[in-house]
């Protein structure tokens, strides 16, 4: 007979894992989405002639909607930025994390 370690909130440590997980990918689709979004505003700025200016429209357009579906996303689960600590930082303190090298 396997025994589940639960957490404070009844969850098994499987299940808050796999919580975390969920929340790590949606919390890393938002910041992509919106670093696109900013890639596209700069596009939309830096625009020259109509053709360019009507692509870069679009663009945003697209780049505006998906950051605004993943926002909606990350609320729906919960997620807020407190919540979520950078890994590199939560890695490190385990002793699992990688060093990088400065110059």
């Given at each position: 007979?396997?025994?589940?370690k639960r957490n404070k909130s009844g969850m098994s440590t499987r299940?808050?894992?796999?919580?975390?997980?969920?929340?790590?990918?949606?919390?890393?689709?938002?910041?992509?989405?919106?670093?696109?979004?900013?890639?596209?505003?700069?596009?939309f700025e830096e625009a020259l002639g109509q053709d360019q200016i009507?692509?870069?429209?679009?663009?945003?357009?697209?780049?505006?909607?998906?950051?605004?579906?993943?926002?909606?996303?990350?609320?729906?689960?919960?997620?807020?930025?407190?919540?979520?600590?950078?890994?590199?930082?939560?890695?490190?303190?385990?002793?699992?994390?990688?060093?990088?090298?400065?110059?």
């Open positions: 007979m396997t025994w589940l299940q808050y894992k796999e919580e975390q997980e969920e929340k790590w990918t949606v919390y890393n689709d938002v910041q992509n989405a919106h670093a696109e979004w900013k890639l596209a505003r700069m596009r009507d692509y870069a429209i679009y663009m945003l357009e697209a780049a505006e909607r998906k950051y605004q579906m993943h926002l909606k996303q990350a609320k729906n689960i919960g997620l807020n930025r407190v919540q979520m600590k950078p890994r590199e930082a939560s890695a490190s303190a385990r002793g699992t994390g990688t060093r990088t090298m400065s110059r």
